[in-house]
């Protein structure tokens, strides 16, 4: 796994990260957009995560914290890249980053049709909580 490199996403990273994730990630959010990913990116530097491997662009999370939550968004890789470590070395990066800050509970938001998600997020240690339910609304 030495090939793979985890880094912060920069706004020069937007246009990439959103071609990216059209091809590997699961569904759209509303923020999938320039505006969305650089107010991310301007508010919290170091929130999107990026894998690389010889340049190219792996997988990617989103490990926010408001002081209060870690919230796990947008783990995805890359179609030719997966079940190589990809997911696994983007949530050990983003774990990292919750401890130092004093994080204490990690939260993700994943698809509930996405089964290959199921298997990943579970075989990193995490668990589905049925009790909770998300309920949204949007601003725009």
Known sequence: M???HVRCAGLTD????LRFWRRAA????IS??????AALISRDPEALLLAERDGLLAGTVI????????????LAVHPDCRRQGVATALLEAA???FRA??????DAMVLEANEQAHHTWAAAGYHR???WRRWVKPLS
């Open 129 to 131: 909580e049925d009790h």
């Open 95 to 97: 774990e990292q980053r």
């Open 26 to 29: 699961e569904g759209t959010s």
């Open 14 to 17: 937007i246009d990439a990260v």
């Open 32 to 37: 999938d957009d320039y505006d969305g990913v």
């Open 63 to 74: 490990a926010g914290f408001d002081g209060w939550r870690c919230s796990f968004y947008r």
């Open 2 to 4: 030495s090939d793979l």
């Open 101 to 106: 800050l004093g994080g204490r509970r990690v």
